[in-house]
């Protein structure tokens, strides 16, 4: 059975960036915001077995499922191949979270973060692409498909191998199209060649081009004054033919009804405008910016408690605007309860986990040089 892609709702819910107060999720706001956008006709959430932590999967049965008929939402997830040593950890996980998210099937399962090297290697080895079919099988699965962060090369390799495949979900958005490391704009025009419905990661590259600076963004406001810079991201990619569904971070409730407020109605860029986007585009990738997308994979296993994207963060601010007092201190706060960027003792952890294949030890020291003071 093929994905019905009449019936996807343009924006997604993704719980990768659920909102937090005193270091756990915001259960209240979570439920604010599921709610507005289940009111507003949308009911695709992205969830996975290592957001939050664990916690995403609990807080999307709390959120949901015990709020919502089963029929009346689609829940995805994914199977992480850095969990799997043997192949019963594939059920195992699997059973974890549907106890976690309170299911007996998922609508939508992938394999996490396709990618060259270990992850597709253990995707292979313990043949998972096979198991998954034995649960969609089994109706414990209704859609499979993969998340991808690898080369188009990769992409075209494996979509031979497996046409099983229903769907695949990619990172796409206008700054990232022709990035060489990222290179978007190929992996979707293989999808696309091949008729493989899309869906959409980090269309706004996680939260980065919703803070462009004011050089870019008063080139948005001379055409469209009232509009924010993440509409016009996510505006990009909802053009875009094939892209099924494009999933939103959201951690606050303002976000939330803002880009509901972008997908109704929804209105594809003029020609014109995809003319200013590509000009803004050009200017952007002038200035050499950390591709961090605040994935925050990086963190957890970090010996020294770095928080590598919020440092990252910092630096991005300085390297478009120089002088900017506000990263430093931003910099002071961020690093009050953790290491600092010269405190990395460069083991390699965060660089083997990166999906943006960041140098990060390196990036680390130049960090330290600026910030560090």
Known sequence: MSVDTSK??????????????????????VCNMVDAYMSAGMNYFDTAYVYHGGRSE???????????????????????????????????IF???????GV?????????????????DTYEKFDCFNWAMQKKAEGQIKHFGFSFHGTPQLLEKVLDKHPEVEFVQIQLNYCDWDNPVIQSGRLYDILSSRGIPIIVMEPIKGGTLANINDEYLDLYKQVRPEASAAS??????????????????????????????TFTDFEPLSESEKEL???V????????????????????????SINIPEIFKAVNTLRLNEGEWRANNYYRLVTEGGGKAGDCIGCGQCEGVCPQHLPIIDLMKQASERLDK
């Open 8 to 29: 996807m709702p343009k924006l997604g819910f993704g719980l990768m960036r659920l909102p937090e107060k005193d270091g756990v999720i915001d259960h209240e706001q």
């Open 58 to 92: 609990v807080e999307a049965r709390h959120a949901i499922v015990e709020r919502y008929p089963r029929d009346s939402f689609m829940m995805a997830t994914k199977l992480p191949a850095w969990s799997i040593k043997t192949a019963e950890d594939r059920d195992r």
């Open 95 to 101: 059973n974890e979270q549907r106890e976690r998210a």
């Open 104 to 120: 007996e099937y998922f609508d939508f399962y992938l394999l996490h973060s396709l990618e060259d090297g270990s992850n597709y």
């Open 232 to 261: 016009w991201a996510l505006r990009f990619v909802g053009s875009l033919p094939g892209v099924m569904t494009i999933l939103s971070g959201m951690s606050a409730e303002a976000q939330m009804q803002e880009n509901i407020s």
């Open 277 to 279: 986007v590509a000009e």
């Open 281 to 304: 585009t050009r200017r952007m990738n002038g200035v050499a910016l950390i591709g961090c997308t605040a994935c925050r994979y990086c963190c957890d296993g970090c010996p020294m």
